[in-house]
Antibody, heavy 118, light 112 residues
Framework: DVQLLESGGGLVQPGGSLSLSCAASGFTFSSYALSWVRQAPGKGLEWVSCISDSGHYTYDADSVKGRFTISRDNSKNTLSLQMNSLRAEDTALYYC???????????WGQGTMVTVSS | DIVMTQSPDSLAVSLGERATINCKSSQSVLNSFNNRNYLAWYQQKPGQPPKLLIY???DRQSGVPDRFSGSGSGTDFSLTISSLQAEDVAVYYC?????????FGQGTKLEI
């Protein structure tokens, strides 16, 4: 089965850092672009960052630019998100998602919760 | 950045009736080179991740019932459920992937 499994969420103080991981299985990881999408409690979906299949190209939402870094290890089938200078408004469920050939998001993980609070 | 605006924010439809959700983008998401609209629709049920329903504005994802259809081009799009079933109660989102910085609409809550 095609699967994405996020980990690394938790409670962190404002200004702190956290690293999220996403383990992929059931498909050729290196053939797909990937993104992180987040959803604040009771709110809508917000695209965060994406990375090309090779890892050479990345794009970030303005809200996280300069604070978050997306990366991938195609040898380990793993996607990562390094989050620095965290703010209360970064509190959300963070989903790892796979892009289809059309670039729509066809596979979603179950998400990992990040809470930024003192 | 491309802003996606959905209407209405919530919608109540009777079982078996038609439901239509609209989505408007702040700029065209039509790629003139391949004549494709870079627009997708997702369904999210409580406690679950979103599920891809429609891509390229009107192509149904594998396994999605044919009562779901997408239409529109350029900046104006619609998702139609031809005959509402109880299991269709959910929040629906449109998304543009025309630009590298993707964006979603605010969501439409569909109720019976």
């Amino acid at each position: 089965d095609v699967q994405l499994l996020e980990s690394g969420g938790g409670l962190v103080q404002p200004g702190g850092s956290l690293s999220l991981s996403c383990a992929a299985s059931g498909f050729t990881f290196s053939s797909y672009a990937l993104s992180w999408v987040r959803q604040a409690p009771g709110k809508g979906l917000e695209w965060v960052s994406c990375i090309s299949d090779s890892g050479h190209y990345t794009y970030d939402a303005d809200s996280v630019k300069g604070r978050f870094t997306i990366s991938r290890d195609n040898s380990k089938n793993t996607l990562s998100l390094q989050m620095n200078s965290l703010r209360a408004e970064d509190t959300a469920l963070y989903y790892c998602v796979r892009h289809t050939g059309s670039a729509a998001f066809d596979v979603w993980g179950q998400g990992t919760m990040v809470t930024v609070s003192s | 950045d491309i802003v996606m605006t959905q209407s209405p924010d919530s919608l109540a439809v009777s079982l078996g009736e038609r439901a239509t959700i609209n989505c408007k983008s702040s700029q065209s998401v039509l790629n003139s080179f391949n004549n494709r609209n870079y627009l997708a629709w997702y369904q999210q049920k409580p406690g679950q991740p979103p599920k891809l329903l429609i891509y390229w504005a009107s192509d149904r994802q594998s396994g999605v019932p044919d009562r779901f259809s997408g239409s529109g081009s350029g900046t104006d799009f619609s998702l139609t459920i031809s005959s509402l079933q109880a299991e269709d109660v959910a929040v629906y989102y449109c998304q543009q992937f025309y630009s590298a910085s993707s964006s979603f609409g605010q969501g439409t809550k569909l109720e019976i």
